[in-house]
């Protein structure tokens, strides 16, 4: 009977471990599940502000290559402007340098303004070359500092 009994009592003390079993089980299963629930949000959530960060960098990466077409294009219709003499570029003379030169008029007008002197037209065509170089720089300038920003944020 005691053997019976000590039997008995080793088959319950089995069942009980199996039941805790189950249940601890069951519940590393519901934390796996959680934890995996949460690191799927996580790495949505990232990917989502991955996506607008590129969205945003996209946006300013077209805003820069519009600025720097503008630019061109504002360049080489000042160029060609320059190129046919339908432009010329000037420069204000110091009245103190003592420089005798009279201001370019038109016939029969008054002058009012400071004395100027005509650049020679391949001067003024390297000027516009350094200037438009400069505006390219300013603009890439731009659009890098946009872009640190945007990462920044």
Do not use: N
Request: proline fraction near 3%.
């Amino acid at each position: 009977m005691r053997f019976l009994v000590a039997i008995g009592v080793c088959v319950l003390v089995a069942v009980v471990w199996q039941v805790q079993a189950w249940r601890y089980g069951a519940q590393i299963e519901r934390l796996s599940a959680a934890q995996t629930q949460k690191a799927l949000h996580l790495q949505q959530a990232e990917q989502d502000r991955r996506l607008a960060l590129e969205q945003q960098l996209s946006a300013i990466d077209q805003q820069h290559a519009r600025e720097l077409s503008d630019a061109q294009r504002t360049q080489a219709a000042l160029r060609d402007r320059l190129a046919t003499a339908d432009v010329r570029l000037s420069v204000l003379l110091d009245a103190s340098s003592g420089c005798p030169m009279p201001a370019a008029t038109a016939a029969g007008s008054v002058v009012h303004a400071a004395p100027r002197a005509r650049l020679d037209p391949a001067h003024a065509q390297r000027i516009l070359r350094i200037t438009d170089d400069g505006d390219s720089a300013l603009i890439a300038l731009r659009a890098c500092q946009a872009y640190v920003r945007a990462v920044a944020r």
